[in-house]
């Protein structure tokens, strides 16, 4: 089986359309100094706020790297004298791994993996100093979708500034920035956006004062030559037209298109599961639209499911540290013809036999 051939069901990088493959094979070889890249920064970041129609409110910061790129930008240029980090997931433990890294105040709220954090915690967790609310919205880590909403009246009700690391969540979850007003959301190219990996961005509030912690990952900086038509370092060039050709495509699905896509694959991927007797670690109520984590059948270990998954061409995911003699994960981000969730039931349940 050809690598080109796999049906990708892990949580990024995913399948994505020949459109933005091609985009990257043609874009012509380019100094970043030049007008050809610049214009084309420019362009992404407009087509960026345009998507999740938030102009007027927010600025598209790029940085080339993954999405630990655009949270370590996010979490060491907008934190001001300390930060409270939300933490039930291994994202939400990296984002105090960053605070810690560049010697921010960090206090972490621990939750478990399999439920939501309570904001009357939240709100008894603050002290003076912390002056910034970090949080996960989807935790790949289980697919647990964290209650954004709930979270963001704690920081408005507190006077705290409010980030969110929506790395899986952009494109692919619910998030009303009217509601939610962050001061600043993390994102990549290679998940629910559909591009390739390489690039990450940051939606941040307008006129939000910014703290210098690191050089590449200074947001102040990247942000003020992105304005003047510049960037500080090399980018990704070819990588940035693949994502460009992602944004179209999105723009023209539209957000509530896509969530709506996603949802259809989810339903059908949980349906599958029902049908095989297999369990889900996660309560309905907590399911994010993108991941679905499923219980091991009793003797067969995640090693056996996701060869022969490759057998038949679906790349899925074991549970992530402990979980993975526990349970695995199918994740239904990226462009899944119907063909191939047909082709997903008899896959599965061989690979269960």
């Known amino acids: 089986m050809s690598r080109q051939a ?67 930008m996010m979490t060491s240029s907008v934190v001001g004298d300390g930060v409270l980090v939300l933490d039930n997931g291994v994202y939400g433990d990296r984002l105090k791994q960053m605070a810690e890294a560049h010697g921010i105040r960090c206090k972490v709220l621990k939750g478990t993996w399999f439920e939501r954090l309570d904001p009357a915690a939240v709100r008894d967790a603050l002290e ?15 697919g647990l979708l964290n209650d954004v909403g709930a979270i963001a009246a704690v920081a408005r009700e507190t006077g705290r500034r409010f980030i969110v690391d929506s790395v899986s969540g952009l494109a692919g979850e619910s998030f009303d920035f009217d509601e939610v007003q962050p001061t600043a959301v993390c994102c990549t190219a290679n998940k629910c956006i559909q591009g390739l990996p390489g690039v990450s961005f940051v939606l941040v509030k307008k006129g939000t004062a910014m703290r210098k912690r ?19 370092f090399t980018p990704a060039i070819q990588v940035t037209a693949a994502f460009e050709a992602a944004l179209d495509e999105l723009i023209e699905e539209t957000v509530a298109g896509r969530l709506a896509r996603y949802r259809h694959y989810s339903t059908t991927v949980r349906s599958i599961l029902a049908d095989l007797g297999l369990d889900l670690l996660l309560p309905g109520a907590l399911l994010s639209n993108t991941i679905t984590c499923a219980k091991l059948p009793d003797g067969i270990a995640y090693p056996q499911i996701h060869e022969r998954m490759r ?19 199918i994740s239904n981000m990226g462009l899944i013809p119907q063909a191939r969730l047909d082709d997903l039931g008899p896959a599965l349940k061989r690979a269960i036999s």
Do not use: W
């Open 128 to 142: 003076d100093g912390l002056d910034t609310i970090a949080m996960v919205h989807h935790e790949t880590t289980t």
């Open 214 to 232: 690191s050089v590449y990952f200074d947001m102040a900086n990247q942000l003020a030559k992105q304005d003047a038509g510049g960037t500080p």
């Open 6 to 72: 796999f049906t990708l069901l892990n949580p990024g990088p995913i399948n994505v359309s020949e459109k933005v493959r091609r985009a990257l094979a043609d874009c012509e070889d380019q100094c970043h100094r030049e007008s050809e890249y610049l214009e084309m920064q420019s362009r992404v970041r407009e087509k960026l706020v345009r998507a999740f129609g938030v102009a007027a409110d927010y600025d598209a910061v790029l940085v080339s790297g993954s999405g630990t790129a655009g949270m370590e």
């Open 311 to 329: 057998e038949d061409g679906f790349v899925i995911y074991a549970g992530q540290g402990d979980l993975a003699k526990q349970a695995f994960r």
